[in-house]
């Protein structure tokens, strides 16, 4: 993934049902800041110059962590997401990580359902917390 695809891939996100974004961490800016930090272990699916998936993957060192994996619907069932999803974990193995982590809202059934058949497990000891730190706003999709 790369700057360039910021339009087409929040066009994809929008298009998901589930997804849950915010005006500041998924603007272009945010992205972009994402990108240049986590340069080779993002990616995009493309077919006929149309993106049709899209994955965030980074890590701080220690554990890596995947962020708004979203395939269009109109091309959901043909392997993208888990193409998506694998070339996330191997760039993220390259890059030294053992251990990745995710974050799903629970309402997000179909994306609950992928990730589970991928072997992606639920974690009942823990509690995830969130604290903005200035004024944002959520966009759910």
Not at 14 to 33: P, W
Not at 61 to 74: C, K, L, Q
Not at 91 to 106: D, M, R
Request: aromatic share 8%; charged share 20%; with cysteine.
């Amino acid at each position: 993934m790369t700057p360039d695809d910021y339009d087409a891939v929040h066009a994809c996100w929008m298009a998901c049902t589930g997804m849950g974004l915010n005006t500041i961490d998924d603007s272009r800016e945010g992205i972009i800041r994402y990108l240049e930090r986590n340069p080779n272990t993002c990616f995009v699916d493309e077919q006929e110059g149309t993106i049709t998936g899209a994955i965030l993957a980074g890590h701080d060192g220690r554990r890596g962590y995947i962020y708004h994996t979203a395939v269009n619907p109109a091309y959901r069932r043909q392997g993208i997401g888990t193409a998506l999803v694998n070339a996330a974990l191997h760039a993220l193995a390259n890059e030294g990580i053992i251990k990745v982590a995710l974050v799903a809202f629970s309402r997000n059934d179909a994306g609950n359902v992928f990730r589970e058949s991928l072997g992606f497990t639920a974690r009942g000891d823990l509690t995830c917390r969130n604290k903005a730190l200035c004024a944002i706003t959520r966009i759910d999709t």
